[in-house]
């Protein structure tokens, strides 16, 4: 069994300061791992994931993740964030030997991004 | 590409009726699509997982006759809440995830409410 644990549920910040959501997971084998925006109303954007390689992932909208195999985080971040990047965010692990990559979400967190 | 769409966004109905909500892969073949339900402001909750041509797979909890899931193509699922009652509303979500690949794609989610 997986489980994931975003430690904040709520992060306020100011436009154009960096970010940091964090994000550790706990499996017994090895996974696969994945950050997705909401935005209110909607469903989930992917934004990155970690299958393999190079453990700093870079994604869409300026966000990066870097994989910590040993401290066993997948924690996301922004140098510099937008009134736009107000959403919240979902880290997910899946089993990468499974068949169907089931999810296992986090909580969430609620970044909001003020003027 | 990878585009998800779910139909209807918002459904209203009267408790006692069922009601439809169909998923499509647009630009992709869904090998296997997955079901999802979330509360507000809660994390999403797994449902069901279905393969293509085969019977869903209903996590622990779910009842599979009162969610009845559908996944006659390589572009469509459909979920089916039976005999609903204000305890179904919620917001439901569907992803999907093609061959080979571990990533899923999320549809835009469809608001049921049960009066």
């Known amino acids: 069994a997986q489980s994931v644990t975003q430690l904040d549920s709520q992060v306020p910040v100011f436009e154009e300061a960096p970010v940091e959501l964090r994000c550790n997971y706990s499996s017994s084998v090895s996974v696969y791992l994945f950050w997705y925006v909401q935005y209110p109303n909607q469903g989930l954007q992917l934004l990155l994931k970690y299958l393999s390689g190079s453990t700093l992932v870079k994604g869409i909208n300026g966000f990066e993740a870097e994989f910590n195999k040993s401290q066993t985080s997948f924690h996301l971040r922004k140098p510099s964030v937008h009134i736009s990047d107000t959403a919240e965010y979902f880290c997910a692990v899946s089993d990468s030997g499974g068949s169907n990559y089931k999810l296992t979400f986090g909580k969430g967190t609620l970044l909001t991004v003020n003027p | ?115």
């Not at chain 2, 209203?12 to 509360?39: H, N, P």
């Not at chain 2, 622990?60 to 039976?82: M, P, R, Y």
């Not at chain 2, 179904?88 to 093609?98: G, H, L, Q």
Request: aromatic fraction near 10%.
């Open chain 2, 1 to 115: 590409g990878a585009v998800v769409s779910q139909h209807p966004s918002r459904v209203i109905c009267k408790s006692g009726t069922s009601v439809k909500i169909e998923c499509r892969s647009l630009d992709f073949q869904a090998t296997t699509m997955f079901w999802y339900r979330q509360f507000p402001k809660q994390s999403l909750m797994l449902m069901a997982t279905s393969n293509e041509g085969s019977k869903a797979t209903y996590e622990q909890g779910v009842e599979k006759d009162k969610f009845l899931i559908n996944h006659a193509s390589l572009t469509l699922s459909t979920l089916t809440v039976t005999s609903a009652h204000p305890e179904d509303s919620s917001f439901y979500i569907c992803s999907a995830r093609t061959s080979g690949r571990a990533e899923q794609f999320f549809g835009p989610g469809t608001r049921l409410t049960v009066l």
